[in-house]
């Protein structure tokens, strides 16, 4: 890309930026939990859904160290309604990580990428956001962007590609307000087109939730964080689905630490 792309690219995602930006409550602060707990919330998720539950969860949970000393079943019961609910126990593990090595949230690649549930594009969100380094990465709507913008027409476009075009084109000294203007593009991009992201390689449709697993263990989560001590009968009676499927879904639950069981009787852990 020579340097007239470059300005030419940079003019067309930032001039819609300083019209159309988004006023979203986690751009509002620079406190790396606030952001940590943003970036957690917003895998997978949409932004409308993640903005009541994120000024929830921090009147909640203000701090690290709060979050860190709640029992999961408080932390569970906030997180309902956002689903995966791997992403709630990991972050309160993270917390208590964070809290135990002295309350401060990692400011590298490598300290953020060693919590639970935090991988690389995810680490690369929080510094860019909470402490401004210029980290490469790709979410989804950054992809949208860079697949309209330089791969007309080309289908099965690799992340590969789109990484060193983000590199190339990365404002190393407002990394913040850059990756908002592109992530506020690819939105308005996909709102008015056909998905730019359906081109991509890496492109996966979401698989069905009504009657999946994921649907069980997530209502099991909410059945129990509500009524807590059930056994499997009761609970699959509570939630309707089949009892071996329920059986099923509560021992890989307690298997993984969101539940305890004595007796046959299941608890948040």
């Given at each position: 890309m020579d340097s007239r792309d470059k300005t030419a690219f940079r003019a067309t995602v930032l001039g819609y930026f300083e019209e159309h930006e988004r006023d979203l409550p986690w751009r509002r602060t620079?406190?790396?939990?606030?952001?940590?707990?943003?970036?957690?919330?917003?895998?997978?998720?949409?932004?409308?859904?993640?903005?009541?539950?994120?000024?929830?969860?921090?009147e909640a949970f203000p701090d690290v160290q709060t979050l860190a000393a709640a029992p999961l079943v408080d932390v569970l019961a906030l997180w309902s309604g956002l689903g995966y609910n791997r992403r709630a126990k990991?972050?309160?593990?993270?917390?208590?990580?964070?809290?135990?090595?002295?309350?401060?949230?990692?400011d590298t690649l490598e300290g953020l990428v060693a919590l639970p549930g935090i991988g690389h594009a995810t680490a690369a969100q929080i510094l860019a956001f909470a402490f401004d380094v210029p980290v490469a990465f790709i979410e989804t709507n950054?992809?949208?962007?860079?697949?309209?913008?330089?791969f007309d027409g080309a289908d099965d476009v690799p992340d590969s590609a789109i990484l060193l075009l983000v590199e190339e084109t990365l404002d190393c000294?407002?990394?913040?307000s850059w990756y908002y203007a592109l992530m506020d593009y690819g939105t308005y991009l996909k709102s008015m087109l056909p998905n730019p992201s359906r081109r991509s390689a890496h492109h996966?449709?979401?698989s069905k939730f009504e009657g999946s697993m994921r649907q069980i263990r997530g209502a099991l989560l909410r059945e129990l964080t509500e009524r807590p001590g059930q056994d499997a009968a009761s609970a699959a009676a509570a939630i309707g689905f089949e009892p071996e499927r329920v059986?099923?879904?509560?021992?890989?639950?307690?298997?993984?630490g969101f539940l305890s069981a004595e007796g046959g009787v299941y608890r948040i852990a």
């Open positions: 620079r406190d790396p939990y606030a952001i940590f707990v943003s970036e957690v919330m917003l895998q997978q998720t949409q932004v409308p859904r993640v903005i009541p539950k994120y000024r929830a969860f921090l990991s972050l309160k593990q993270a917390a208590e990580i964070i809290v135990a090595g002295g309350g401060r949230v990692p950054i992809r949208s962007v860079y697949i309209h913008e330089f000294d407002d990394p913040r996966v449709r979401q059986s099923e879904a509560l021992r890989a639950l307690t298997a993984e």
